[in-house]
């Protein structure tokens, strides 16, 4: 004879509030992941200066660096619209003034395709 397992409804009740209620603390992001509006700047070796991002909705900034280091990434105009793919890594933005601006078009700069600072 098989043992029969008895549930309360107390019980069922607590862990039925349990279960809905766990997606909506899942989903809050932790506070060193905020998202949007935050400044993010990044280095690379092989980029003229430091680059600022400020993060949309929905992004954060370990998503830009992901952007930058992934090679087959198209779409977004981070850092000038660079075509610099590959060895970004995030830095402090202390001092740096807005190096993601594409620089204008009587900038001389601009015609070596870099952004002025």
Same mark, same amino acid.
């Given at each position: 004879?098989?043992?029969? =397992?008895? =549930?309360?409804?107390?019980? !069922? +009740?607590?862990?039925? $509030?349990? &279960?809905?209620?766990?997606?909506?603390? !899942?989903?809050?992001? !932790?506070?060193?992941?905020? $998202?949007? *509006?935050?400044?993010? #700047?990044?280095?690379?070796?092989?980029?003229?200066?430091? #680059?600022?991002?400020?993060?949309?909705? *929905?992004?954060?900034?370990? *998503? &830009? +660096?992901?952007? +930058?280091?992934?090679?087959?990434? &198209?779409?977004?105009?981070?850092?000038?619209?660079?075509?610099?793919? @590959? @060895?970004?890594?995030?830095?402090?933005?202390?001092? &740096?003034?807005?190096?993601?601006?594409?620089?204008?078009?009587? *900038?001389?700069?601009?015609?070596?395709?870099?952004?002025?600072?």
């Amino acid at each position: 004879m098989k043992p029969t =397992i008895r =549930i309360s409804s107390t019980t !069922a +009740l607590v862990a039925l $509030i349990v &279960v809905a209620v766990a997606p909506i603390f !899942a989903e809050t992001p !932790a506070a060193e992941t905020t $998202i949007g *509006d935050d400044n993010c #700047c990044f280095t690379n070796p092989r980029y003229s200066g430091t #680059c600022e991002v400020t993060t949309g909705p *929905d992004e954060t900034c370990a *998503d &830009v +660096l992901a952007y +930058l280091n992934n090679q087959a990434s &198209v779409g977004k105009t981070y850092c000038g619209n660079t075509k610099v793919r @590959g @060895g970004w890594a995030e830095i402090e933005c202390e001092g &740096v003034s807005t190096g993601c601006t594409p620089a204008s078009s009587d *900038d001389p700069a601009a015609s070596r395709g870099r952004t002025r600072f």
